[in-house]
């Protein structure tokens, strides 16, 4: 069994490490203080090619695999979390289910772009009310017959035929108040429980869309999450993805993929914060000597490492499984609980040994930290990866 990445990932990931260090490293810390989008680095990710990598190259993407797109999320998290974030959200919520799900003329209309930089994907999924139940939701869409031409207006009611009706609340989106197309979730059969939930292709620019919070948070500032209300949202039959009914069973093949992503960015945060320590236990000195001959630093520092290692090698193993065609739920589930936790547990340990330096936005494990946090919470909590994997092994 090879452990060293093919040729070229390392080439990709020699490239992306670069232009972070190059673009990314200087902003991290401005772009979170400002809680500012910067939209200037995912255009220049899309002149890279690095906006559609796991895509194929019929539909504007890289035609890149699973492992390839997780190594350059790991290197986008290794300096800055909320660009990681809105990275992964693009690409594996917004971008990925248009080509897994959708019509050759929906690749065409909405996943090119985003796989080729153009604009940004988002998907919407969660509820005010619903948590870690996302199948609870009240979001419904509801057939109708289609305006007359005197009555339409807006980029959603352009075709005859009978069109969709959505109205409800969406919270926790990731790039919605950035986004070219959202994906999302509705209700089409009150009835018919998981069998009744179906996705669909918004436009922002649809008639009674609207973002109506931009919510301030713990940590990822720079990557918007938002609520958004669908207000009478009316859709041509053409922006259904995949059939009706289909949404719950699209959501969990979606999800396996996205804790890959959540996975690689975890990792990509874990190093970073390892990263940080190494370097300034090996140029702090105290009792005339570097910290990092100290026991107790060094072991930490060493532990830090340990889990950082550990956690790419369950990331690789699952993207790899993703690859080859395997079913991944036990294997993402392993390896997004397993990253999560070690970012949150190397980012702590990232400030304890800078210290009170480590508590100052001059350094930067106190944004990993804060960054950290949201993976053990984003595509399902800690609580839930061990519902998932206590499934998986009949217990």
């Known amino acids: 069994m090879n452990f060293e990445l093919p040729a070229e990932h390392r080439m990709i990931r020699d490239q992306v490490r670069e232009f972070c260090e190059e673009e990314i490293a200087p902003i991290a810390q401005d772009i979170e203080d400002d809680h500012r989008f910067p939209e200037e680095i995912f255009e220049q990710?899309?002149?890279?090619?690095?906006?559609?990598?796991?895509?194929?190259?019929?539909?504007?993407?890289?035609?890149?695999?699973?492992?390839?797109y997780a190594v350059v999320a790991e290197e986008?998290?290794?300096?800055?979390?909320?660009?990681?974030?809105?990275?992964?959200?693009?690409?594996?919520?917004?971008?990925?289910?248009?080509?897994?799900?959708?019509?050759?003329?929906?690749?065409?209309?909405?996943?090119?772009?985003?796989?080729?930089?153009?604009?940004?994907?988002?998907?919407?999924?969660?509820?005010p009310g619903s948590g870690s139940d996302a199948s609870d939701m009240?979001?419904?869409?509801?057939?109708?017959?289609?305006?007359?031409?005197?009555?339409?207006?807006?980029?959603?009611?352009?075709?005859?035929?009978?069109?969709?009706?959505?109205?409800?609340?969406?919270?926790?989106?990731?790039?919605?108040?950035?986004?070219?197309?959202?994906?999302?979730?509705?209700?089409?059969?009150?009835?018919?429980?998981?069998?009744?939930?179906?996705?669909?292709?918004?436009?922002?620019?649809?008639?009674?869309?609207?973002?109506?919070?931009?919510?301030?948070?713990?940590?990822?500032?720079?990557?918007?999450?938002?609520?958004?209300?669908?207000?009478?949202v009316r859709l041509p039959e053409d922006r259904l993805l995949g059939e009706e009914g289909d949404g719950w069973d699209q959501t969990k093949k979606t999800l396996d993929g996205g804790r890959i992503s959540i996975a690689a960015l975890s990792t990509g945060l874990a190093q970073g914060a390892y990263e940080a320590a190494k370097e300034y236990s090996g140029e702090r000195e105290q009792f005339g000597q570097p910290i990092s001959k100290f026991d107790a630093v060094r072991d930490m520092v060493i532990d830090m490492h340990r889990k950082t290692e550990r956690a790419r090698l369950l990331t690789h193993k699952a993207a790899t499984m993703y690859d080859e065609g395997e079913d991944v739920t036990r294997a993402s589930a392993l390896a997004k609980l397993d990253a999560s936790e070690a970012a949150r547990e190397v980012a702590e340990d990232s400030v304890q040994v800078h210290g009170g330096y480590g508590y100052t936005t001059d350094f930067p494990p106190q944004r990993f930290y804060r960054d950290a946090k949201l993976m053990e919470i984003g595509e399902g909590t800690s609580e839930i990866q061990h519902l998932i994997i206590g499934r998986q092994l009949g217990l």
């Open 45 to 68: 990710l899309g002149q890279l090619d690095m906006m559609g990598v796991p895509i194929a190259e019929e539909h504007g993407g890289l035609g890149g695999d699973t492992l390839m």
């Open 76 to 127: 986008l998290g290794r300096v800055s979390g909320g660009i990681g974030l809105s990275y992964v959200a693009h690409t594996s919520l917004g971008s990925k289910p248009i080509e897994l799900f959708g019509t050759d003329e929906q690749r065409e209309e909405w996943l090119r772009p985003l796989a080729e930089g153009d604009g940004m994907g988002a998907w919407a999924l969660t509820e």
């Open 138 to 232: 009240d979001t419904t869409a509801e057939k109708s017959e289609a305006r007359s031409a005197s009555e339409r207006s807006g980029a959603a009611a352009e075709k005859d035929g009978d069109e969709y009706v959505l109205n409800g609340t969406k919270q926790f989106i990731t790039n919605a108040s950035v986004a070219n197309s959202v994906l999302v979730k509705a209700v089409t059969d009150p009835e018919a429980g998981y069998d009744g939930i179906s996705t669909f292709i918004v436009d922002p620019d649809d008639e009674g869309f609207e973002v109506t919070t931009v919510w301030d948070k713990m940590g990822l500032n720079c990557s918007p999450t938002c609520e958004i209300q669908l207000n009478d």
